[in-house]
């Protein structure tokens, strides 16, 4: 076998695997730049601050979401997830009178049972991802609102007594991004799971070819309950730097959430077909959401604007998708 | 074209017909030509060019060089429909039915009615005619769903029949999924068209069934025209080298190397299920154990049984002479198991992954030190079988999809070899896999059992099953209706007890 050089390999990975990559980031940089000149005052500090600012909680459930499609499934409760947790860690802050640091356990915890209750329903039970994680958006709104006694719930804010907590998991006192600081270190480490870990591999796998994967020997449900629960988690994760964020979490709310993630694994490059996906895609995608939605605002158009904006952005990268599919189809016949 | 050819006259001239794909020159200069009511064979190895050709017919791939000549006159089809209106129609293997629909809205799909709204009395009287015509025993109100693979054909040959001006019919590879009594069955309607005058190009690899049916045979090979033979002054083994180039030999075994006292490392006792019947088997270290039999004859189901891919009534296996308790796959893959589908892009492959990824997916936990995959391993590994199984593959990240079917199926058999079980079920290993791949799977299979590795191996080509196996059990109607030793076994034995069972009540 002859092996190819490096600049063969890079080459060949550029136009293949990684052109989606490639084109989410060109669109990232052109988009950033287009902002710059058309925008006021977009090249600055902070603007890119409140960029990141917008883009934690979207980019944790993302990272889940990312393991969901890959699958091939769809987790749509990880929105309500994230503000249902964050809800049920303010009922135990503000009435149990938990302190803060078990609320937060506390609030991984729920996303975790709701992940893994999806995981009994799609991986036991045999539901559609759609239908099952559509029941959980619903029941995860109202039950955590019910919890909740329908009150908004408060976090501390960075001058009452807790307020480490805001600045471990939002922003320091000097206003250095802490929730840039934790999204990299999970992106990282979910990377390394996704690509380095057998949970990763048999994810790629399923997505591929379920019934191929069982007749390997491999106990499938048992790996996508561990999926959909690692999704939850993720929402968890989500929810706390929501709270840190917002400081107040009003009940029912949080359903859309999720279609922005959602968004930003396709314009990633993830397909929902399956079998096809990368978290650094993903997150370029939620960067590129959020540059959308930042510098939007700042040719002071409406909000109505963003939403519109983010639509286009989306059907064209699955286009560019399937375009990529197609010439690569023809290529190798 | 003279008087005295009259008889021949060409109703198709496909010259000089040249594709190109980025990097593939998929056909070369190839030229076909199909006269008048003829039953013309077009054969070849895999990817020899026989479905591109197809497909400039057809109006499927319009970008090509060269002239075809139809009815007297160059055409040039722009489109499916373009081709199917004037007069050639083409059954894909791959059938392309709505399965929630009627047989009637199926063949009417795309011209339902000439308004808005729709009338199916009028499709349905249309289709009666149709099926009078051909005497198939269906109803245009049948859904699809509920119709057997052989009655699909049927219907998919209606529909190509249906375009009224329809001179041409193209059939590719239509007795893949058939079970011999269907096979006899489209032969008799075939005839009649070309009773008819339509001319029909017949695609198959099945080699004995051409010289059947065929009047003609043309052989392509790596996208070039290599020749036209008549059919029945042609003999099989020059057709073969035709299409590879190579004479390849297929000489039945005549005895079994394995012991009749070798130890027992799989029997299966009573397995009942919805379709088997009964069935009790024993396979022996080291032995080649051919099952014979007609499709849906139940050998898949009993495999799938012991592999538990199925859930299984009642029966028992017992592994190196002890009872098992299994209940799910990867319980047979602990005990030893593997099983090589019949139909490997469903069951046994992971197209859009890499040849590696796909290779190792079974063994991880052999590959894996503190939680993480050992990149540098797993490539040693793979490219051990690589070399081991001569793959045939740029790298070992190409992706499953690119490769030929042989190479498919060697990555498959690399997958199960490296989980290290003992016991290998092939499911028609050599389905859809061109001759030449063909003795290489063989070579291995006889490679793997001389180690000691013991092979059951489902074929329903009796010429397979009386090469490859030591000793060969028969199936029929989900039962067992035979068992024979390689010494004593001949197709006309294996054909008797295949068919024992049928037209039996059930």
């Given at each position: 076998m002859n092996q190819p050089s490096t600049i063969e390999k890079v080459k060949s990975y550029l136009l293949g695997p990684g052109l989606q990559k490639v084109i989410a980031l060109s669109a990232l940089v052109v988009l950033y730049v287009f902002f710059g000149i058309f925008?006021?005052?977009?090249?600055?500090r902070d603007t890119l601050v409140s960029i990141f600012d917008s883009s934690y909680y979207t980019g944790f459930i993302a990272i889940g979401l990312t393991f969901v499609i890959i699958t091939s499934g769809i987790d749509l409760s990880v929105g309500t997830v994230t503000v249902g947790s964050a809800l049920i860690g303010g009922v135990a802050y503000n009435?149990?009178?938990?302190?803060i640091g078990l609320c937060l356990i506390l609030v991984v915890l729920v996303g975790i049972l709701f992940g893994f209750f999806n995981g009994l329903l799609?991986?036991?039970?045999?539901?559609p991802p759609f239908i099952a994680t559509l029941g959980t958006q619903f029941m995860s709104l109202g039950i955590c609102s019910v919890v909740a006694q329908v009150q908004t719930m408060r976090y501390p804010n960075?001058?009452?007594?807790?307020g480490w907590f805001k600045t471990v998991?939002?922003?320091?006192?000097?206003?250095?991004?802490?929730g840039a600081l934790w999204l990299t270190l999970f992106a990282v480490l979910a990377i390394v799971l996704l690509n380095h870990t057998k949970l990763g591999r048999y994810t790629f796998a399923i997505g591929c070819n379920e019934e191929a994967v069982r007749l390997s020997g491999i106990h499938t449900k048992n790996w996508k309950i561990l999926i959909y629960t690692l999704s939850g988690f993720f929402a968890g994760l989500s929810g706390i730097i929501y709270a840190a964020t917002y400081s107040a979490i009003t009940p029912q709310?949080?359903?859309?959430?999720e279609m922005y993630a959602i968004a930003a694994c396709v314009i990633g490059?993830?397909?929902?077909?399956?079998g096809v996906g990368s978290l650094v895609g993903t997150m370029i995608g939620v960067l590129v959401i959020n540059v959308l939605k930042n510098g939007l605002m700042s040719m002071s158009l409406p909000v109505q604007w963003q939403q519109f904006f983010i639509g286009v952005v989306v059907v064209a990268a699955v286009l560019l998708d399937i375009i990529r599919v197609k010439n690569a189809g023809k290529v190798k016949r | 074209m003279s008087d005295t050819n009259k008889v021949f006259q060409d109703i198709l001239q496909m010259k000089d017909i040249d594709v190109m794909f980025p990097g593939v020159h998929?056909?070369?200069r190839c030229s076909f030509t199909l006269r008048n009511g003829e039953i013309h064979a077009l054969v070849g190895e895999n990817g020899a060019g026989k479905s591109t050709l197809m497909k400039v017919l057809t109006g499927i791939y319009t970008d090509y060089e060269g002239e075809i000549i139809f009815n007297n006159q160059t055409v040039r089809f722009n489109s499916v429909k373009d081709a199917q209106l004037k007069g050639i129609s083409i059954v894909h293997q791959e059938l392309n039915l709505l399965?929630?629909?009627?047989v009637a809205q199926n063949i009417f799909i795309g011209r339902?009615?000439?308004?808005?709204f729709l009338n199916d009395k009028i499709i349905n009287e249309k289709t009666n005619e149709l099926i009078g015509q051909f005497r198939i025993?269906?109803?245009?109100?049948?859904?699809?769903?509920?119709?057997s693979v052989g009655k699909l054909q049927m219907v998919e040959i209606a529909r190509a029949m249906s375009?009224?001006?329809?001179?041409i019919l193209i059939l590719d590879e239509?007795?893949?999924?058939?079970s011999d009594k269907e096979t006899v069955e489209l032969f008799e309607k075939i005839r009649e068209l070309k009773a008819k005058g339509i001319a029909v190009i017949f695609i198959s690899h099945r080699m004995a069934e051409l010289k059947k049916i065929a009047d003609r045979i043309t052989v392509l090979r790596d996208g070039e025209y290599v020749g036209t033979a008549e059919a029945g002054s042609c003999e099989i083994p020059n057709i073969i080298r035709m299409m590879v180039g190579r004479t390849i030999l297929q000489e039945p075994k005549?005895?079994?190397?394995?012991?009749?006292?070798?130890?027992?490392?799989l029997e299966a006792r009573n397995l009942v299920s919805p379709v088997i019947k009964d069935v009790s088997f024993q396979l022996r270290k080291g032995e080649i154990l051919g099952f014979a039999g007609l499709?849906?004859?139940?050998r898949t189901e009993v495999m799938r049984l012991i592999f538990c891919a199925d859930p299984k009534a009642s029966g028992e296996v017992l592994i190196n002479g002890k009872p098992v308790k299994m209940k799910l796959p990867q319980d047979a893959v602990s005990n030893g198991i593997g099983y090589l589908s019949e139909d490997r892009k469903r069951?046994?492959?992971?197209?859009?992954?890499s040849l590696l990824d796909n290779v190792i997916l079974g063994s991880i936990d052999k590959l894996i030190s503190r939680g993480l995959i050992r990149g540098k391993k797993s490539q040693e590994v793979v490219n051990h079988y690589i070399s081991e199984l001569k793959i045939k593959t740029?790298?070992?990240?190409?992706?499953?999809?690119?490769?030929s079917g042989g190479n498919q199926q060697k990555v498959v058999v690399a997958k199960w070899l490296l989980m290290d079980t003992d016991i290998l079920i092939f499911d028609?290993?050599?389905?859809?896999?061109?001759v030449g791949a063909k003795s290489e799977i063989y070579d291995l299979m006889n490679t793997l059992a001389a180690e000691g590795k013991s092979i059951i191996m489902i074929s329903s080509e009796l010429s397979e099953i009386l090469r490859m196996s030591d000793r060969i059990i028969v199936m029929s109607e989900g039962r067992k209706s035979g068992e024979l030793a390689i010494s004593e076994a001949s197709q006309e034995k294996i054909m008797e007890l295949a068919t024992q069972f049928i037209g039996e009540a059930h």
């Open positions: 925008g006021a005052n977009f090249f600055s009435i149990w009178g938990w302190p799609i991986g036991k039970l045999g539901l960075i001058m009452d007594d807790d998991f939002f922003k320091t006192k000097t206003g250095f991004p802490m709310t949080g359903n859309g959430l490059g993830t397909s929902l077909s399956g | 998929a056909l070369n399965n929630h629909l009627t339902e009615s000439e308004g808005f025993n269906i109803k245009p109100t049948d859904k699809i769903s509920s119709l375009y009224p001006n329809t001179k239509p007795t893949a999924a058939l005549t005895a079994s190397a394995v012991l009749p006292d070798a130890p027992v490392v499709v849906g004859a139940g069951f046994g492959l992971m197209l859009r992954l740029p790298s070992l990240r190409q992706l499953v999809q690119f490769l028609e290993p050599t389905r859809g896999i061109d």
